[in-house]
């Protein structure tokens, strides 16, 4: 870091580059593991930073470099309740950008009128349970090895 200002985007073809380049980290990493709402291919990147639709997929980025990766979808299909999905680079996890951008993708989805999101995450991250818990997040449901959290945001 420290070669621009850190800036979230949302994901435009112009961003593909970026966002492959964090899904090769993400992958390198093992992180498909944790983070798999969709594949983290190339062609996902392409559907991704072309989306026309109600979801909403941005970046934090330092210039065209993508640190991380958030996701609100399941307006596209209907759903009132959006589900997040967010994930950071390897080499840049530590230093809050998760916090940061959780908070941005909450206040995005107040903004299209959500009154509540939802996400998944497995039992044994515990890293992201703890940042989960500590932004609000209530986890009463199972779903296999994942655990169902809802955050009341309206």
């Given at each position: 870091?420290?070669?621009?200002?850190?800036?979230?985007?949302?994901?435009?073809?112009?961003l593909r580059q970026g966002l492959e380049g964090l899904f090769s980290a993400l992958r390198s990493a093992g992180d498909e593991k944790w983070f798999h709402p969709h594949p983290l291919s190339r062609e996902d990147a392409v559907r991704i930073c072309n989306h026309r639709g109600e979801d909403l997929y941005y970046?934090?980025?330092?210039?065209?470099?993508?640190?991380?990766?958030?996701?609100?979808?399941?307006?596209?299909?209907?759903?009132?309740?959006?589900?997040?999905?967010?994930?950071?680079?390897?080499?840049?996890?530590?230093?809050?950008?998760?916090?940061?951008?959780m908070c941005f993708l909450h206040t995005a989805a107040r903004c299209k009128g959500a009154k509540a999101i939802r996400l998944k995450v497995h039992m044994d991250n515990e890293i992201a349970l703890q940042l989960y818990r500590s932004l609000g997040y209530k986890f009463v449901e199972q779903d296999q090895d994942q655990l169902v959290g809802h955050l009341v945001i309206g």
């Open positions: 870091m420290g070669k621009g200002p850190l800036e979230i985007k949302h994901l435009t073809p112009g970046v934090l980025a330092e210039g065209d470099k993508a640190l991380a990766y958030g996701l609100l979808r399941g307006w596209d299909e209907g759903f009132p309740i959006p589900s997040l999905g967010i994930a950071v680079s390897p080499e840049f996890r530590g230093l809050g950008l998760g916090r940061a951008f």
